[in-house]
């Protein structure tokens, strides 16, 4: 539903920082009056598209009655986890985490976060760290709740599981003993990582990282590789070289599933050299066959279902961009267990293979659950960003050059929230378009959308003001919420 994966950490707009200070209550700017006028506690206009009609609640200012973060005198900024926000401060390490529907704190903290991931299941979680070198992490879910904590740094959380590396490792020297346990430190499958024989002994492993463009050699499972991603009982191991094989670590630990190399004769062919190698962009519920689901046979541009996203029952699929040195990348969608090539799609651009074995997804992707439309930026070609329609494997539209200046944030019931600041005839600061025609739904918006959560709940900012909103078909609370702090 909203850009996946974020860096939560980062400075914002100056734009957007103002706006944060203004809707704290800061001080007026140079040469305004006085006394600034009383922040709004009334939302005034025409809702963002999907919205209810009137907010559950105002967040700044008397009678808000909310956290005293949202009082930080620098402002803070508000992004989703799942079905809560989080309010980060803009002067200070400090974070806490919100129920949307009800105002209550669920989690505070006063550390960085490194990362956003996911649990075993799909569902969000915080990655949380130390700030420091010692490389202490706590991993924190939508609802507060602390999943994990692991100290030294040799322990990684990788998708509900962890990954526990030698002492001493690196991406230059990947080799070794390998342990993925649960979150309660109990072992689920361990393994060594076997260096490339053509290393000799006694002579240094070749360094994948940066990750060499994969070899014409045959690829080899049984050297194993290191876990990237994880779901549903599936770990997906990386050997550094152009393979990705995916292992189970529930009923039977480390039995083989499937493996992929960007050269099978079912991708890109034998012809790919020198092999590419796979970043994993994240894992989707797609349609079963026969229920709208892909079929026939994937072409360069891929094969469209005449039936559309949607139907039940779904199953699990990973989606994996193949990078090539200087080729356009492909696109590779695998049921998780079976392997089965659902489709391959190539990419308008070339696109780096990205940082070597990191659990982290590709940046910057933001997916509509409603329509199955995922949008996948695009790091070189003649367009920037591409919308990909999940159940066919087909490019449902593309943004254009005068286009390039809108920046998704999230989607929101069959519709993705841009924002359009940097483009110079944007009617607003925001842009909302049809998932799957790229049709303007709404522009010139008496508000903008900061934040949406997996259930709809919105944080929409007017006059100096937040609001929160309830999604459009959400049912009668009696009154809005009072928030704790």
């Known amino acids: 539903m909203r850009t996946w994966p974020r860096a939560p950490l980062a400075p914002v707009a100056a734009g957007v920082l103002l706006l944060a200070a203004a809707c704290t209550g800061g001080p007026p700017p140079p040469g305004g009056p006085e006394s600034p006028r009383p922040l709004p506690t009334a939302f005034a206009g025409d809702p963002p598209p999907g919205l209810s009609s009137d907010p559950l609640r105002y967040l700044h200012g008397p009678g808000a009655g909310g956290p005293a973060i949202l009082d930080d005198a620098m402002g803070v900024r508000i992004q989703s986890v799942g079905d809560a926000f989080l309010i980060s401060s803009n002067s200070e390490e400090r974070h806490l985490l919100q129920d949307a529907a009800d105002g209550t704190t669920l989690w505070e903290g006063d550390r960085p976060i490194d990362r956003f991931g996911t649990d075993g299941g799909g569902a969000d979680v915080l990655v949380v760290g130390s700030g420091d070198d010692d490389g202490d992490t706590t991993v924190v879910d939508a609802e507060g709740a602390t999943l994990w904590s692991g100290t030294g740094g040799r322990d990684v959380y990788v998708g509900g599981a962890v990954l526990r590396r030698p002492e001493g490792w690196t991406a230059d020297d990947p080799y070794g003993d390998l342990a993925l346990l649960d979150t309660e430190g109990d072992p689920l499958w361990d393994f060594a990582f076997a260096a490339p024989p053509d290393a000799g002994e006694g002579a240094e492993?070749?360094?994948?990282?940066?990750?060499?463009?994969?070899?014409?050699?045959?690829?080899?499972?049984?050297?194993?590789?290191?876990?990237?991603?994880?779901?549903?009982?599936?770990?997906?191991?990386?050997?550094?070289?152009?393979?990705?094989?995916?292992?189970?670590?529930?009923?039977?630990p480390g039995e083989l599933l499937w493996s992929a190399t960007g050269d099978d004769p079912d991708l890109a062919g034998e012809a790919a050299l020198p092999r590419p190698l796979p970043r994993v962009v994240g894992f989707y519920d797609v349609p079963a066959p026969g229920d709208g689901g892909t079929g026939g046979t994937p072409s360069a541009r891929g094969t469209p279902s005449p039936d559309g996203p949607g139907a039940a029952p779904a199953r699990t699929a990973v989606l994996v961009r193949w990078a090539f040195a200087e080729d356009p990348s492909l696109l590779s969608l695998h049921d998780l267990r079976g392997g089965e090539v659902l489709w391959t799609l190539t990419e308008p651009g070339a696109n780096p293979a990205g940082p070597a074995f990191d659990p982290g997804f590709v940046p910057g992707t933001v997916h509509d659950p409603a329509t199955g439309t995922l949008l996948l930026p695009q790091a070189g070609g003649a367009t920037p960003m591409i919308a990909v329609d999940l159940a066919a494997g087909r490019v449902r539209w593309e943004f254009d050059a005068d286009e390039q200046a809108i920046s998704p944030a999230f989607a929101l019931g069959g519709r993705f929230y841009g924002d359009s600041r940097g483009a110079d005839d944007a009617a607003s600061s925001q842009v909302v378009l049809d998932a799957e025609t790229k049709d303007v739904v709404a522009e010139g918006l008496d508000a903008y959308v900061e934040a949406v959560t997996d259930d709809g709940h919105a944080v929409v900012v007017a006059d100096r003001q937040r609001f929160v909103f309830a999604p459009e078909d959400a049912p009668a609370t009696g009154g809005p919420a009072t928030p704790t702090g």
């Open 205 to 252: 492993a070749p360094s994948p990282s940066p990750p060499p463009a994969g070899d014409a050699s045959d690829p080899d499972p049984g050297r194993m590789g290191v876990p990237v991603a994880a779901r549903d009982g599936v770990a997906l191991l990386d050997d550094g070289a152009g393979l990705l094989q995916a292992r189970d670590i529930g009923g039977d």
